[in-house]
T-cell receptor, first 116, second 113 residues
Framework: GQQLNQSPQSMFIQEGEDVSMNCTSS?????WLWYKQDPGEGPVLLIA?????ELTSNGRLTAQFGITRKDSFLNISASIPSDVGIYFC????????????????FGKGTLLTMNP | DAGVTQSPTHLIKTRGQHVTLRCSPISGHKSVSWYQQVLGQGPQFIFQYYEKEERGRGNFPDRFSARQFPNYSSELNVNALLLGDSALYLCASSLGQGVWGYTFGSGTRLTVV
């Protein structure tokens, strides 16, 4: 099935560093979402973006909805150990058909690990 | 308030068997969606149900089916299990058909041997 192109695949960081990851698609999305998934858990919503160009913050997290509607990025500032996990971008595809309007298409994830 | 609850949490089945997974949405949520997450991949959309009707279906074979009950809980059924069906199956509920309030459960880990 279709997936978004998410990069980087993995990152090793030091505590206190800033982190950037992004997501691109060949399709236009009308909503971008960023999730974090810890082992054995379902994805937890971090930030939702609903308008092209929108820049939204949630604490140390900042995300932007690309102006072309085909990309989004997530920044984490001053990383801490609990930021470790897998981050997923997800988009809601703009479609003229019925139910397919409401599915989410996910990236493959960015694994964030921290050097001790 | 309870979040999205899924049962069972883990399951081991043999190839060719049938499996039923269950999901209870957040109270007040009328939409339930199902996703399959294979190890190392992002979740893939399987179904969405809203007000007990199928409103969307992903690219999965007819061996996959689902339904939603009057209390908005849902079941995902998979027939004739294949090794490749081994995955984490996630349920998400939301207030309406859109992604507002979209909340995932912790999933059911299915292993097919």
């Amino acid at each position: 099935g279709q997936q978004l192109n998410q990069s980087p695949q993995s990152m090793f960081i030091q505590e206190g560093e800033d982190v950037s990851m992004n997501c691109t698609s060949s399709s236009i999305f009308n909503t971008w979402l960023w999730y974090k998934q810890d082992p054995g858990e379902g994805p937890v919503l971090l930030i939702a973006l609903y308008k092209a160009g929108e820049l939204t913050s949630n604490g140390r997290l900042t995300a932007q909805f690309g102006i072309t509607r085909k990309d989004s990025f997530l920044n984490i500032s001053a990383s801490i150990p609990s930021d470790v996990g897998i981050y997923f971008c997800a988009g809601q595809l703009l479609s003229g058909s019925g139910g397919s309007n409401y599915k989410l298409t996910f990236g493959k994830g960015t694994l964030l690990t921290m050097n001790p | 308030d309870a979040g999205v609850t899924q049962s069972p949490t883990h399951l081991i089945k043999t190839r060719g068997q049938h499996v039923t997974l269950r999901c209870s949405p957040i109270s007040g949520h009328k939409s339930v969606s199902w996703y399959q997450q294979v190890l190392g991949q992002g979740p893939q959309f399987i179904f969405q149900y809203y007000e007990k009707e199928e409103r969307g279906r992903g690219n999965f074979p007819d061996r996959f089916s689902a339904r939603q009950f009057p209390n908005y809980s849902s079941e995902l059924n998979v027939n004739a299990l294949l090794l490749g069906d081994s995955a984490l199956y996630l349920c998400a509920s939301s207030l309406g058909q859109g992604v507002w309030g979209y909340t995932f459960g912790s999933g059911t880990r299915l292993t097919v041997v």
